[in-house]
């Protein structure tokens, strides 16, 4: 995957044309180019909601968290633990001025003043939290999305938070 820089123009004319949550650039893109879907996406299996993920959202678990924060916390955990080698991929997942994950809490601080880095648990990884709910939504989707979960899944998971 390799990061271009576009015209704000041009970024608002690809998210204008987003069908669904989660939906990559990249994948815009070859809709609106009518470009073939890329080899390795169609080789690649679609998970099936892990124990986890399906009793995260049976259960009452989220309910018991009391703010977004805690809940896209938990969510992000459960995501880890589901499939850490996929989690791998949130790394890649940025804004247009802020990364959202690293691997340590030092280099989200380096990367913006106002963070609020926190360790997912049980992982490697921190994420930043001084996002609003609709972007935390946006980057559990972004995330769940290059995961490979379907997009009724995702929807769930989302409006969870």
């Excluded at 609106?32 to 959202?57: C, F, H, N, R, Y």
């Excluded at 049976?58 to 916390?73: H, K, T, V």
């Excluded at 972007?135 to 979960?149: E, H």
Aim: hydrophobic fraction near 40%; include cysteine; charge should be positive.
């Amino acid at each position: 995957m390799k990061t271009i820089e576009v015209d704000e123009d041009l970024y608002r004319y690809i998210a204008s044309n987003t069908r669904h949550i989660g939906e990559s650039a990249s994948d815009i893109l070859r809709r609106l180019l009518k470009l073939q879907p890329a080899a390795s996406a169609v080789a690649e299996p679609t998970p099936v909601a892990g124990k986890g993920i399906a009793q995260m959202l049976g259960g009452n678990e989220l309910a018991a968290d009391e703010s977004a924060i805690d809940r896209f916390m938990h969510i992000l955990a459960v995501l880890y633990r589901e499939n850490p080698t996929s989690f791998a991929q949130a790394c890649d997942i940025k804004g247009r001025k802020r990364i959202y994950f690293a691997d340590s809490e030092a280099a989200l601080l380096a990367a913006g003043n106002t963070t609020k880095p926190k360790a997912i648990d049980g992982s490697p990884y921190w994420v930043i939290t001084n996002t609003n709910t609709g972007r935390k939504r946006n980057i559990v989707a972004q995330l769940m999305a290059a995961m490979g979960y379907p997009h009724g899944l995702i929807e769930r998971v989302c409006q969870s938070i």
